[in-house]
């Protein structure tokens, strides 16, 4: 690219020097011509007016120039002074004839004029001189003008390369960038160079980058939300068949139908989590059936927590807003905090619906427990792989505030003792789109950013909590 706008700049140029100088040098020498031969023409007149009336009388001599030369003609061409041919020749001839007349004379500048008394001509005067004079002065001016061509020749030259410098390093940065997003590195990023071109590009790129990042950043952690949700039931799958064929005598079918329950929840979780992982984020403008979902959750939950001996209690205040949360979200939403209490809590576990002033709907979930203590980190931080448990501890609660957020709704640790999570669903459903859209942007950037968003979550609930509540906790053994 560079080469070509070199060389497309410097023809440009020669071009244009072809087109002006020619012109102008042919234009230059025909000038001095003309005035070398009108010099001679007004000393061959002046010379003409000094012999009127006697041809032989005396004359200026311009012997003291050897390159000048006169000669004075009779009315029949012959001559009589001077220096030039004896006989008159075509120019001599013209100016007998009445007229001033120009020509060459043995490659000398050749001027004759008349020579009158009163209306009678009586004779001619020749001037001539060597061309070397003007031919001297047009190669010096020929010479000059070459030399500024080639000044701004080079000129262009240099500015070609400038240019073509200037040019070509915002898209050499350009396609270094491309490869790098082609190989996988999305934090690739271009820089504003001034040409609106070549700006446009670059942020196409930048946004692409933007886009491709987010996107596999949602996959990412669709693989790691969809393993941890599925991870505990199908650990309860398998001890259920365990114990089964561990049991003499153990009914076969009742364990085959319970198995295949679960499995149907298996099924239902998997479900949910690609729906919400290929749908645009956005908030639901379809009413949450409180009952359908409190429903599902003591089919689900129930047993698992009787079997420790810890009952389950739901309460519904019969809320008299409507919310608005997707099915498929608020399900997740009360698996993870359901599973917190069943693994991390102690004593009885209470979900409770009720108003939430000022036009929300709140979703408690609290055990018994008080295992989060009030100056610990934000619950909700998503931790780096390096520091999770084995059990993939520190990835549900993050899922869970990542899903409510994305359709508008909130999840905040309200209580640390007793441990009390609030799930609040908006009541209306206005600004549906426009907000999903700016939280399901949001969302894969807090999935990339991970620590500092979760220190600037950890702020934030810090401020919207009543003082008497630091949030915050890590849930040590709470983080599920």
């Known amino acids: 690219m560079r080469t070509r706008i070199v060389r497309l700049t410097v023809l440009v140029t020669v071009v244009a020097f072809v087109v002006f100088g020619l012109p102008l040098a042919a234009g230059l020498a025909r000038y001095f011509i003309d005035e070398q031969r009108a010099q ?26 050897p390159a000048l030369q006169i000669g004075v003609y009779d009315e029949n061409g012959d001559k009589v002074s001077g220096t030039g041919p004896a006989r008159a020749d075509s120019v001599v001839a013209g100016a007998l004839a009445g007229a001033n007349t120009t020509g060459t004379l043995d490659g ?41 061509g080639v000044a701004a020749l080079t000129a262009a030259w240099l500015l070609a390369r400038r240019q073509a410098q200037r040019l070509a390093a ?36 930048n946004d692409t980058a933007g886009r491709l990042g987010a996107l596999i950043a949602r996959e990412r952690a669709f693989s790691a939300d969809t393993s941890h949700q599925l991870r505990t039931p199908l650990a309860g799958l398998r001890l259920q068949l365990e ?12 364990a085959i139908g319970q198995s295949l329950t679960a499995v149907d929840r298996l099924q239902a979780t998997i479900e949910d989590l690609l729906t919400l992982a290929r749908t645009n984020p956005r908030r639901s403008s379809v009413p949450l059936d409180i009952d ?8 689900r939950w129930h047993g698992p ?4 001996g810890r ?73 780096r792989p390096a520091e999770r448990g084995v059990d993939g501890h520190g990835i549900g609660l993050g899922l869970a505030r990542r899903l409510a957020e994305s359709e508008g709704g909130r999840l905040q640790l309200s209580s ?29 950037d807090r999935h990339k950013e991970g620590d500092r968003q979760g220190d600037r979550q950890g702020a934030d609930h810090r401020e919207s909590r009543p003082a008497t509540l630091a949030v915050g906790a890590v849930p040590d053994p709470r983080m599920s």
Do not use: K
């Open 292 to 299: 359908a979902l409190t429903e599902d959750a003591r089919q």
């Open 416 to 444: 640390c003792d007793p441990t009390t999570f609030t799930l609040l669903l908006p009541a209306a459903p206005e600004s549906v789109d426009r907000q999903g859209d700016r939280q399901g942007d949001r969302q894969g």
């Open 243 to 254: 114990a089964a064929l561990d049991t003499p005598g153990a009914d076969l079918t009742d």
């Open 108 to 148: 000398r500048f050749a001027v004759a004029v008349p020579v009158a008394d009163g209306d009678t001509i009586t004779g001619a005067v020749l001037a001539t001189e060597t061309s070397g004079d003007v031919i001297a002065r047009i190669a010096i001016t020929w010479g000059f003008m070459l030399a500024l």
């Open 305 to 308: 927590l009787a079997a420790q």
């Open 170 to 205: 915002p898209l050499q940065d350009l396609s270094l960038a491309a490869q790098r997003l082609g190989s996988g590195d999305f934090t690739v990023r271009t820089r504003p160079t001034g040409i609106a071109e070549i700006d446009a590009v670059n942020t196409a790129v």
């Open 311 to 383: 009952p389950l209690r739901i309460h519904i205040q019969r809320p008299s807003p409507t919310g608005y949360l997707s099915a498929a979200a608020a399900t997740q939403i009360l698996a993870v905090l359901l599973d917190n209490a069943q693994h991390h809590g102690a004593g009885g576990v209470t979900l409770t619906v009720r108003d939430a002033p000022p036009d929300a709907i709140g979703i408690d979930v609290a055990d018994e427990g008080s295992t989060i203590a009030p100056d610990a980190a934000d619950p909700f931080r998503e931790t």
């Open 40 to 65: 001679l023409e007004r000393l061959a007149e002046a010379t003409a007016v000094s012999v009127t009336g006697d041809l032989a009388a005396p004359r200026q001599s311009s012997d003291q120039d």
